[in-house]
Structures are given as C-alpha cells and as structure tokens.
C-alpha cells in the first residue's frame, strides 16, 4: 500500500450582514437552485481570513471584516472542508462577479424564511449556526521560522 498524502480543499463562507440587519447571499451558476453565504477556495498559503475577505470582494463586490468562525463542516463526498466565519459589512456595492455568480442581494434572512432561500439543507445548517453564535472558535495565523503571530480572531 503506498503511503499517499491527504488531499483535502478548504473553503471558506461568511454570514455577512449590513447595518440593517440584512445578511448578503449569493446564487451561483453551479448550484442556481439555492441561495447561500459567498465564499471559495482558499488558495495555497492563503490566511483563511483573508480568503474569506478576497473571496466575498471578487464575488459581490463588497468589503468585508472577518470577526470570527462559527463553524467547520466536512463534506466527505468531495472531501471539502468549509470554514465558516461571521463578518460585518464595511463598504461597497453589489457587483458581482458573472463568471461564478448569477445574482447577490441582502435578504431580512430568519429561521422562519430560510427554506424559502437556502434550499440545500447542509447550508441552511451552517447558517442557522452562524445566526445564533454568539461565540467565536479562535482563529490565528502563524509563521513558524521564526514564531510569529500574524493574525488573530476569537
């Protein structure tokens, strides 16, 4: 048996709300029958904050500020691991991103509306979850020659 290395992608999302109270979903062209928290891959290197932050900005337009995670999901089928982070609006307006995204808007989002927009019910559970949290997983970037804190989020 030969001793192959774990290969894994890592994505990120975020419950992104404005000043209104509003939370931001996006609708992609690979999966236009739900709505759901813009997100992607994180590429190489890449902080998991700061991808969160890029990916929402490429995708809608808007800027973002990442204040913690409310979960991490695994989807075992297409070995996905979703980090899921709470953030506030900063600035910006919708423009999104045609190539992956067929329309974002911000939605008066409750548990009792939700199945009207989030149909698939493996996101619906993450964003009930980002909803209620009240508390944050803590998050921090290191570099390890030398030891140095880069970031961090709780």
């Known amino acids: 048996m030969v001793n192959e290395h774990p290969k894994h992608i890592i994505a990120v999302s975020a419950y992104v709300t404005n000043d ?8 992609t062209h690979w ?3 739900t709505w759901e928290a813009p997100g992607g891959q994180v590429e190489v290197g890449e902080p998991l904050d700061e991808a969160v932050y890029r990916e ?3 995708e809608t337009g ?12 695994y989807n075992v089928t297409k070995h996905i691991l979703s980090v899921i982070f709470k953030a506030e609006y900063v600035s910006g307006e919708l423009k999104i991103q045609p190539e992956e995204i067929k329309e974002a808007k911000f939605v ?19 964003t009930l979850d ?25």
């Not at 509306?113 to 559970?125: D, G, L, V």
């Not at 980002?130 to 944050?136: D, E, G, I, Q, Y």
Request: net charge positive.
């Open 20 to 27: 209104n109270g509003e939370v931001l979903l996006v609708k």
């Open 31 to 33: 999966r236009s029958d």
């Open 56 to 58: 929402i900005l490429e």
């Open 62 to 73: 808007i800027v973002v500020r990442p204040l913690g995670i409310t979960g991490i999901y």
């Open 108 to 126: 008066k989002l409750t548990e009792i509306n939700i199945e009207q927009f989030i149909t698939r019910p493996h996101m619906r559970s993450r």
């Open 130 to 154: 980002a909803m209620k949290s009240v508390n944050f997983i803590p998050y921090e970037t290191w570099e390890v020659s030398p030891y140095n804190l880069l970031g961090r989020l709780e």
